[in-house]
């Protein structure tokens, strides 16, 4: 489908993405380019690329696809580097967790350009970072959601929905404004809450003797807050709108919780734990169990 891409970040995303389309037979050929020198080495010695990039702009060079594996807030940046290579049969995506963002930087940096960007959000991830961790079936049985612009030709929003398709992905489109309030709810909430939650345990006199004692259910309500500091830095910030939205209406739930607790309402307690876990029970993930960004 494509003889080469042009990869640039080249960490557990874009690496497992490349990794992805060779086995799918996809690509021909990745060139690589990462800031750090010891990275593309690195996913060179792994296989993940075959040229190591010395700079964005060499990444995009030559290339059909062109996938953009940065932080959200470098997004911009990158696509500034690259606006004067992007070709008229060039395909140019992302893998960013917020969108509006993103489709403004895009207008910002790639102006008459922009009809050959398709912004892309894989929900798919883990709690590591770095090529290292990249991983073949990384985006296997997962959804990823395009928020495409009005000026893309529909072929070229076709062929991006076919890339993902071939590395194993269900794609859906969206509107940026209704992607980020929806994973505002589902996924940049809950991963605030287990950095929150975990800093109020951790920092408590006796902290550390009470995750001595923690179990599997702890385990597992944390095991996101291990995630890349850096990346949810930027994923809060950008998507903040949404998110304070979401941090409010959490709070009117810990206030009902808090009001019928403080009162002794037994009875209306157990409705509100009985709403939840009724609700939980009945909901199914639509793509495989795993860490969700």
């Not at 702009?57 to 290339?63: D, E, F, K, M, N």
């Not at 207008?107 to 990249?134: C, M, N, S, T, Y």
């Not at 079936?137 to 000026?151: A, C, E, H, K, S």
């Not at 590395?167 to 209704?178: A, S, Y």
Request: overall charge positive; charged content about 20%.
């Amino acid at each position: 489908m494509f003889k080469q891409l042009g990869l640039i970040g080249c960490g557990l995303m874009g690496g497992s993405f490349a990794l992805a389309l060779k086995r799918a037979g996809v690509v021909g050929h990745v060139v690589g380019y990462s800031k750090s020198p010891s990275t593309t080495e690195r996913a060179k010695r792994m296989g993940v690329i075959d040229t190591v990039a010395e700079s964005a702009l060499q990444a995009v060079s030559g290339s059909d696809l062109v996938l953009i594996a940065v932080p959200v807030a470098a997004t911009e940046n990158t696509l500034k580097a690259i606006r004067h290579l992007v070709q008229p049969d060039m395909l140019v995506m992302d893998v960013g967790s917020t969108k509006r963002d993103v489709v403004d930087a895009a207008r910002r940096a790639l102006r008459d350009q922009i009809a050959h960007f398709v912004p892309a959000h894989p929900i798919a991830g883990k709690e590591v970072a770095g090529v290292e961790h990249a991983d073949v079936n990384l985006y296997m049985g997962r959804q990823v959601i395009l928020t495409p612009f009005d000026q893309n030709p529909p072929a070229l929003v076709q062929k991006a929905t076919d890339v993902w398709a071939a590395i194993g992905c269900t794609v859906l489109r969206m509107t940026p404004e209704n992607h980020d309030a929806a994973f505002a709810a589902v996924s940049h909430l809950p991963h605030l809450l287990a950095f929150a939650y975990f800093n109020s345990v951790v920092s408590q006199p006796a902290g550390r003797d009470f995750l001595s004692l923690a179990g599997p259910g702890f385990r597992d309500f944390t095991r996101i807050a291990a995630g890349d500091p850096a990346v949810w830095r930027d994923i809060l910030y950008s998507n903040r709108e949404e998110v304070l939205k979401q941090t409010q209406r959490l709070r009117r739930a810990i206030d009902a919780f808090e009001h019928v607790m403080k009162s002794g309402n037994l009875d209306a307690l157990e409705d509100l734990i009985r709403s939840a876990s009724q609700a939980r029970t009945t909901w199914q993930m639509s793509a495989k169990p795993g860490n969700q960004r």
